[in-house]
């Protein structure tokens, strides 16, 4: 926690608003995966009679089991790719960056100039 708080001293306001608005994309990634989030509709009319053939509201995470269920398993696995992983990936880098900083000048920096 000492980590944290140190560069949380040393750091920018933008710094500081970047690593709240991470963690406040973790606070909303859980109920954005799992609470329901599309509604399929399905109905046909004939004879100008309506009849509804399918109602179903579903979470990220639902469509992901019920694609995987098919057999659209790669339709399921880039989903939780884009919707899950990545964005876990991104915030544990941006929290391993905090927490350790790095001391190096940035790659395209000519500093010698």
Excluded at 75 to 97: H, N, Q, R
């Amino acid at each position: 926690m000492s980590r944290l708080t140190s560069s949380w001293q040393i750091s920018s306001w933008a710094q500081r608003l970047g690593l709240l608005l991470a963690i406040a994309s973790y606070v909303v990634l859980w109920p954005g995966v799992t609470e329901p989030i599309m509604t399929i509709k399905a109905s046909v009319n004939m004879f100008g009679l309506k009849a509804e053939l399918f109602n179903e509201t579903r979470s990220i995470w639902e469509t992901v089991t019920s694609l995987n269920e098919q057999g659209y398993a790669l339709v399921a696995f880039l989903i939780v790719t884009f919707s899950v992983v990545i964005p876990v990936l991104k915030g544990l880098t941006i929290l391993f960056t905090w927490l350790w900083p790095s001391d190096l000048p940035l790659a395209h920096c000519r500093c010698d100039q």
